[in-house]
């Protein structure tokens, strides 16, 4: 099983600074398989960003992802108000008869929070 | 609008049964491998099940296996997840979760339901 750790657990910034959130992998992952969410409380996971770096429609270009191998970034440019909010890396490592076990993780996730 | 509405979730005994169901709507729904994910506040997020285009191949978390099928109605749009001898630990919010298009392996889920909570106690 591939685990992943998100750190920090809890991040406190002020609208307009500059988030960078971590996701390191306990063996390699692909990057085309590393995708991260943002969860809101109350509501389900938004996918923000696939294939380590490419945004999902509608998000904003202050949201970026980078990294390669076991550690991966998503950084949040100026912090909006509405992005204050829990993020989640996941990744997959394949299902099938070759595949893994589990083929999709999680990370605990980093909160995100108004200082 | 893509949309996938959960439904089904209930208190129920440790030892019993459920069935979820999830509708959905402003896609071509056979051309979707679906999934179900489920979040409790201690372990956080865990995939459970996913399922194939017509619904003759499913994979399951090893935490599920043996207890909890998942299977798809594609004429009524519909996903399912039979859970068997319910015990607490499967106490969760369960999300419906929209993954790989026929032919192409993404290994994300781009869309998901608001969820259904299923407690066992």
């Known amino acids: 099983e591939t685990v992943l750790t998100q750190s920090p657990g809890t991040l406190s910034l002020y609208p307009g600074e500059r988030a960078t959130l971590s996701c390191r992998a306990s063996q390699s992952v692909k990057s085309k398989y590393l995708a991260w969410y943002q969860q809101k409380f109350g509501q389900p996971p938004r996918l923000l960003i696939y294939?380590?770096?490419s945004r999902a429609a509608d998000i904003p270009d202050r949201f970026s992802g980078s990294g390669s191998g076991t550690d991966f970034t998503l950084t949040i440019s100026r912090l909006e108000p509405e992005d204050f909010a829990v993020y989640y890396c996941q990744q997959y490592a394949g299902s099938g008869q070759y595949g893994a076990s589990p083929p999709y993780t999680f990370g605990q996730g980093t909160k995100l929070e108004i200082k | 609008e893509v949309r996938l509405v959960e439904s089904g979730g209930n208190l129920v005994q440790p030892g019993g049964s459920l069935r979820l169901s999830c509708a959905a709507s402003g896609f071509t729904f056979s051309n979707y491998w679906m999934t179900w994910v489920r979040q409790t506040p201690g372990k956080g997020l865990e995939w459970v099940a996913n399922?194939?285009?017509?619904?003759?191949?499913?994979y399951y978390a090893d935490s599920v296996k043996g207890r909890f099928t998942i299977s798809r109605d594609n004429y009524m749009k519909s996903l399912f997840l039979q859970m068997n001898n319910l015990r607490s630990e499967d106490t969760a919010v369960y999300y419906c979760?929209?993954?790989?298009?026929?032919?192409?392996?993404?290994?994300?889920?781009?869309?998901w339901g608001q969820g259904a909570q299923v407690t066992v106690s």
């Open positions: 979760a929209r993954g790989d298009r026929a032919g192409v392996t993404l290994g994300y889920f781009d869309n």
């Open positions: 399922i194939n285009l017509n619904g003759d191949d499913q």
């Open positions: 294939g380590t770096s």
